[in-house]
């Protein structure tokens, strides 16, 4: 195993800012039934917790009010999509409706879903490919890992290397040679060692931002370049933005304002914010707060600076309840990252644009029985974006090359 962080996890990333205590910059939750991630915790003995609480939400110039405690997409918006021959972007998709007064709420919680929860900008999203993900149920049920991912990814790296398997981290692949039954990796350590290693085969986990990217001077080389087929498909794997900043404070001093008022809340949107949603991890009840914008949003602010995303997501949290000072004085530390920048990311996570098409089979199908590829770009069954995906698609990654 061969991975260019010093850590095992990827775009999975605990963070504890504050010695004990941890928060995901990455991934966070389970998403839809997810039985392989599921699967896995309980062989480590993990538990995982349901996303409880209430919802609260504010709208322009409003106060916070309690919500519908649903979360999650409304795919009967996307009936009458089946009456159309040929895809369409999802804002094209949705024009449709814009004279249907009643329509007008729907219509801005699916752009707002679309592009907080996938990441994705409706301009140039598939219409059909978000509606089949929405119809699979991935967002009907959310839980997160108990303590983080890291308990888990920490037994993963435990049980592999007991079985044999060798790790070599802040290690960057920079060539990749191959013919029919036959690869040569060429990469660099931390101390700027050359190494090459021989097999049979090769399991290319990179993300869809990285493949992108291939034969780049600053990425890596495939030596033949990808078949046409994967690099069409990659023309149509979009990976969105996202800001996630992550607070800590003093106390959970929300929950005494207004005479406890919002001690149960655990997510609150505001309308017509840069970031759109905060949330703490109920029932953990930990001082943690994460503050998350998602596509288009989230690209414009990656233009700020690290200290004015954490300003501006600490102010944010205050303001929603009109005590940006306590807010202030109760803080701690914030963390945030760029995956956009992050050279072995470029990017948050996968999404298809317009003619996509069945993309993510033919991205994630094997080479000559040399080639084979897994990661969340390549999962079906509507988990594209989701750390049971990309389990998933490394479990079918495996079992092809037992095949072969």
Known sequence: MIEARDRAGGRVWPFAAVPGSWAELGAEFIHGSAPLAYELLREANLGWDPTEGERWGRTPGGTLQREDDSFGADPSLFDALRD????????????????????????????????????ADPRIASARAIAAEWSSGVDDRSTRPRGTYRPL?????????KNGARFHFSTV????????????????????????????????????????????ATAIAFDPPLPADKRRA?????????????LWFRSRFWEHIENGRYRDAAFFSTAGEPLAVYWNAIP??????????????????????????????????????GEER???????TGAVHDWRADPFARGAYSYLTVGAGDARAVLGAPVEGTLFFAGEATALDGEGGTVNGALRSGDRAAREIDLA
């Not at 804002?91 to 907080?116: C, K, N, T, W």
């Not at 990659?234 to 992550?246: F, N, S």
């Open 173 to 216: 692949v920079e060539r990749i040679a191959w013919s029919a039954g036959r690869v040569e990796i060429e990469s660099k350590d931390a101390r700027g060692a050359l190494r090459t290693i021989r097999a049979r085969a090769c399991v290319v986990t990179l993300p869809a931002g990285v493949l992108r990217h291939a034969g780049d």
């Open 153 to 161: 990814f920490d037994f993963l790296l435990d049980t592999c290397t």
């Open 284 to 321: 953990r009840r930990d001082a943690i707060v994460c503050a998350w914008s998602g596509g288009p949003p989230a690209t414009a602010l990656l233009r700020l600076s690290r200290d004015a995303l954490v300003d501006l997501a600490v102010r944010g949290f205050g303001a929603l309840f």
């Open 234 to 246: 990659l023309e149509h794997v979009e990976t969105g933005d996202v800001v996630k900043v992550a």
């Open 84 to 119: 159309l021959s040929d895809d369409v972007s999802m804002s094209e998709y949705l024009g449709r409706f814009h004279g249907d007064p009643q329509m007008r709420s729907r219509v801005e919680s699916a752009i707002a879903f679309a592009e907080g929860f996938d990441a």
């Open 326 to 332: 306590l807010a202030r004085e109760e803080f701690v």
